[in-house]
Structures are given as structure tokens and as C-alpha cells.
């Protein structure tokens, strides 16, 4: 075997860069564990618009329990800090409904009867990528129609750029080596490759929010991401 060059979640994961012709090494421990005290730092920084892919199990339908918040209160649920994972970084493209809950990491945790979130956790559930830091790359702009945010994000380029710095301090306040970017969608791919480029390594899957179900969703998902 030879030993592979590509980065850490390469290796954690065991995930074989475009283009290689060889094994890499499979580690099964995610290398970087936070503090509780980070852990709320990054709840009372971030939890308005930011979650962690964690999610209650589903009841008797697909949707139920998705909004379930009390997992992730590190008081009551002092094992997160050993299934988070600050450096996979699953990234949307903006809320796509104002987040009427106030409690912290409501995002991605959407319990209303259009919400699409379950899918996510059906996709993840049971994954090497489960835990992972969860975001947006647009923030404070609440937008159900993709093309619309396109079409805004076009003609507000300082917009964009203002989100983008914004985007670069929260992985600094994650503390992330060398994160693995989930970019959902292409719109969000290709805001966070246009300026990262090959800085880190940027990864798209399908958005979730695409007429399929959960069960092809997840398929989708694993075609992007070998080993899921």
C-alpha cells in the first residue's frame, strides 16, 4: 500500500482523490475532537444560521423528530463532543425559509411539512460524514427560489464577497486543518470553488431539496462520495 499524499479526510475516510491510481489509508478516528467550551463558543457564535448533522432517529414517517434540537444541548448530551466533526463542513446556499425556531442549530432541522431536511439525515445516517459541521454559504438571506438568490447574488457581488469573509472566519473559529467542503447543490459549489479553488478540498453533492426521494437521494449522494 502505498502511503497517499492526499489530505487528512482522504485518509480518514479513505477516499481516493480524482485521478489516483492507488490506496490511500483508512483511519477510522476522526482526528480533531473540540472542548465543550469550543463547542459553545461556536453555539453562541454561530448556532443561528450553522447546525451539526445530527439529528433524532425518525419515528413512523420520514419526517418525524427532524426538528428535535435537544440532542444537541452538550449539557444534557456531553457525547457530541465525540461525534461532531469540525473538518467536514456540509455547506447550502442560503435559508430557504426564514428559521422561526430561536433555539440554537435550528438549521437543517427543519420540521415543517415542506421542509426537505430528513433527507439529509436519511442520506447520513449511519456515515463516516455524520456529525459534520453544517451551514450556509449566504447568510440572512431567506430565499426559496435558487434562482432568485442567483440572480441577487449577480448583481451584489460585494454581497457575495461580505458572506464569503464571513464564511473564512467561521472555519477559522472551527479550528479546521484541512476540512472537507459538502457543498449542496450547484450554486453553492460554485460560489465556494470560484474563490477557494483548490485551497481545500470542495466536494458537490446533489441538493437536497430536488424532487427524489430519500431512498435515490442517499444513492446520489454515495455515487459522490465513495464509501459513504
Known amino acids: 500500500m502505498i502511503v497517499s499524499s492526499s489530505p487528512s479526510w482522504q485518509l480518514c475516510f479513505g477516499i481516493i482523490a480524482d485521478g489516483a491510481d492507488h490506496e490511500t489509508i483508512s483511519i477510522d478516528k476522526w482526528p480533531t475532537k473540540m ?17 451539526w448533522a445530527i439529528w433524532a432517529p425518525p419515528g413512523d414517517k420520514p419526517k418525524s423528530n427532524i426538528g428535535m434540537l435537544d440532542l444537541l ?10 461525534r461532531v466533526k469540525p473538518e467536514v463542513i456540509m455547506v447550502g446556499l442560503n435559508f430557504s425559509r426564514s428559521i422561526e425556531s430561536t433555539e440554537p442549530f435550528a438549521n437543517f432541522h427543519d420540521s415543517r411539512p415542506r ?4 433527507k439529509i439525515r436519511y442520506a447520513f445516517t449511519d456515515t463516516r460524514f455524520y456529525g459534520a459541521y453544517m451551514t450556509d454559504i449566504i447568510k440572512d438571506f431567506p430565499e426559496k427560489v435558487a434562482g432568485a438568490v442567483g440572480a441577487y447574488l449577480r448583481k451584489n457581488q460585494e454581497f457575495v464577497r461580505a458572506n464569503i ?8 473559529d472551527l479550528r479546521s486543518k484541512d476540512p472537507l467542503i459538502i457543498a449542496f ?4 459549489f460554485g460560489i465556494i470553488k470560484g474563490h477557494f479553488r483548490d485551497r ?10 430536488n ?18
Open 35 to 51: 472542548t465543550k467550551e469550543h463547542y459553545l463558543e461556536i453555539r453562541n457564535r454561530y448556532g443561528r444560521f450553522a447546525s
Open 73 to 82: 444541548d452538550i449539557d444534557e448530551h456531553p457525547e457530541l463532543l465525540d
Open 115 to 118: 421542509g426537505q431536511d430528513y
Open 165 to 172: 469573509g464571513r464564511f473564512e472566519s467561521e472555519l477559522d
Open 185 to 188: 447543490g450547484v450554486q453553492a
Open 200 to 209: 481545500y478540498t470542495i466536494v458537490k453533492v446533489p441538493h437536497y431539496s
Open 211 to 228: 424532487f427524489v426521494s430519500k431512498e435515490n437521494y442517499r444513492k446520489q449522494v454515495q455515487a459522490v462520495l465513495p464509501g459513504l
